[in-house]
């Protein structure tokens, strides 16, 4: 299948061939089902951290790497997994991601140890990479042209859905079978989403591109456009900042909140669920305001990180902050990313390829740096870490609007 570009767009459209060919909905759903258990894979540890840190007889901080490490593989598996694949079935390279994500979630069950932990969750890791970095191009080879746009909303919809009720459905299954239990939850659910894969997905060979090693330092080349490494510098230090403070966010509500079971998952249920209307609401404030929103959200979740360390003994206060910090957070990616298109008209897919890469490794070190600060001095300086780094990308997103205003002048 050949490909062009739609400029005004910028998404890789298919040949007139492809255009005719009849929408694979129930596919799209699936995909849609395996973002939901990817997402909820990912982002698991959050809400199980306290139990998994006992039970593997490490701390917290060293449990919260876990997270670290699954965006360490990310990072590598999006850079090169066009290489890796080769000319490999794009359908029999997804089921293949499929099934590694079940494995995962079965080796993180039954981990004996902490090492064992750590390399369930580099898989996922790789899992991560490899779906984001081919969802978009799926998407497209699944339905006509027109209708990628719903498409892909429909594939990011598991997203949205793992966002809202996977940190407190999983608290509330660490209370109640355990938190390995909970993990192996993910694997029926991965199991559904490689049946309904195998049996919707069309066959997808492999297209004719440039390697990986060459993509990937093509991709590294759009740092060289006016703004676009400011820009990219601002949104990672937004997740640097996040991940910073919410991986370790139950051990503070345990500890210095005081709270425990049920009302852990019910605040990370009104965080979940602020942050669905926030991303159902940013497209509308984007529209008023475009770097006016990416330059005030992250000063409002690094003015509630200082707040709770202040307040952090009060239920009510931290339920409304972290309510705050929910509507904020999870509705920032959506802004960055339309930040993407607007800097990438022409060249969305390797924007988009760099920005996933950018947005795997500063988890990473977020939650790295978080950890080694909270097991040495607490969560005060873990939580002055995350507002002092969402504080600087307040700043540089204004820099890049700047460039942007000057550039187009």
């Known amino acids: 299948m050949t490909t062009n570009i739609d400029a005004s767009k910028g998404l890789a459209q298919p040949s007139h061939a492809s255009q005719k060919q009849p929408a694979s909905w129930s596919a799209v759903f699936a995909?849609?089902?395996c973002a939901f258990a990817l997402i909820a894979s990912e982002f698991l540890p959050v809400s199980l951290l306290t139990p998994m840190a006992s039970d593997l007889r490490v701390t917290e901080g060293m449990t919260g790497q876990g997270i670290a490490i699954s965006g360490a593989f990310?990072?590598?598996?999006?850079?090169?997994?066009?290489?890796l694949a080769g000319n490999l079935n794009r359908k029999t390279l997804l089921l293949g991601l499929t099934a590694a994500m079940g494995v995962s979630g079965a080796i993180v069950d039954m981990a004996p140890n902490y090492l064992i932990y750590m390399f369930g969750r580099a898989l996922i890791g790789v899992v991560v990479g490899g779906f984001w970095s081919m969802s978009a191009a799926t998407a497209i080879r699944l339905v006509p042209v027109p209708d990628v746009p719903r498409a892909l909303a429909i594939v990011n919809g598991g997203n949205a859905l793992a966002t809202v009720v996977a940190a407190p459905l999983g608290a509330y299954l660490g209370a109640v079978i355990g938190w390995r239990g909970a993990f192996f939850c993910l694997v029926p659910v991965s199991l559904i989403a490689l049946a309904w894969q195998w049996k919707t997905l069309p066959s997808m060979p492999a297209v004719a591109r440039a390697s990986g090693i060459c993509n990937a330092l093509k991709v590294f080349t759009l740092l060289a456009r006016p703004g676009v490494a400011l820009g990219m510098l601002a949104s990672s230090l937004l997740f640097m900042g996040q991940f910073a403070l919410f991986t370790y966010l139950r051990p503070f509500l345990e500890t210095v909140t005081g709270v425990h079971g049920t009302t852990i998952s019910l605040i990370l249920?009104?965080?979940?669920?602020?942050?669905?209307?926030?991303t159902v609401l940013i497209g509308r404030v984007l529209q008023r305001g475009f770097y006016q929103t990416l330059i005030i959200i992250p000063l409002l979740m690094a003015a509630a990180a200082l707040v709770l360390i202040a307040f952090g003994s009060s239920v009510a206060v931290v339920t409304l902050l972290l309510a705050l910090w929910g509507l904020a957070g999870t509705s920032a990616p959506v802004g960055w990313w339309a930040w993407i298109a607007k800097v990438f008209p022409q060249d969305a897919e390797a924007g988009g390829g760099l920005f996933v890469a950018v947005v795997q490794m500063s988890i990473a070190i977020g939650s790295t740096v978080g950890g080694l600060l909270f097991d040495l001095s607490g969560y005060q300086s873990t939580f002055v870490?995350?507002?002092?780094?969402?504080?600087?990308?307040?700043f540089l997103t204004f820099m890049t609007s700047r460039a942007a205003a000057a550039q187009a002048t």
């Open 31 to 33: 995909m849609s089902v």
């Open 74 to 83: 990310a990072v590598l598996t999006s850079l090169f997994i066009s290489t």
């Open 269 to 278: 249920l009104v965080i979940g669920a602020a942050g669905f209307v926030g």
């Open 385 to 394: 870490l995350s507002a002092v780094l969402l504080a600087i990308c307040s």
